[in-house]
């Protein structure tokens, strides 16, 4: 019978998973975020736990988007903003899948203005609002 490991152990399992993705070992990486996430749950936890849990949602969404697994990517970040949805790194993350592919430029605006509106400091997403914006535009002076 498997028991659910402790906080210390869990703390642990995010740790080893930050250590393999700082060193950019992201097949290991992935599987221990998969791991802590399976091993954990937001509700009546406190807002570190569900900051570390986001983290790891939004960790694996760019292993996943550095495979080019853009889908998958984008429902890790969506699965972090669902946990903690005043953090707006995934929301920056998907943004920039989202323009990436043809088509997205309005959900990539949402996500790129709820950085802003979160973290008016965040320039990167400031320049990737622009830059959706005048792409959007030029995309709708060529009729296409």
Do not use: W
Not at 33 to 50: D, T
Not at 71 to 81: L, V
């Amino acid at each position: 019978m498997d028991r659910a490991p402790t906080t210390e152990a869990t703390s642990d399992l995010l740790s080893a998973a930050h250590a393999q993705f700082r060193d950019q070992r992201f097949e290991k990486a992935e599987e221990l975020y998969s791991r802590y996430v399976e091993h954990c749950a937001c509700s009546g936890k406190s807002r570190q736990s569900c900051h570390d849990l986001a983290t790891a949602f939004n960790n694996k969404g760019q292993i996943k988007y550095l495979r080019v697994d853009f889908y998958e990517a984008m429902d890790d970040f969506t699965s972090a903003i669902e946990v903690q949805p005043d953090f707006e790194v995934p929301y920056y993350n998907r943004g920039l899948i989202l323009y990436r592919l043809v088509g997205f430029f309005d959900e990539a605006l949402k996500d790129f203005k709820k950085v802003l509106e979160l973290n008016p400091n965040f320039e990167d997403a400031s320049l990737s609002l622009k830059q959706t914006i005048l792409d959007k535009e030029e995309k709708l002076k060529r009729n296409y």
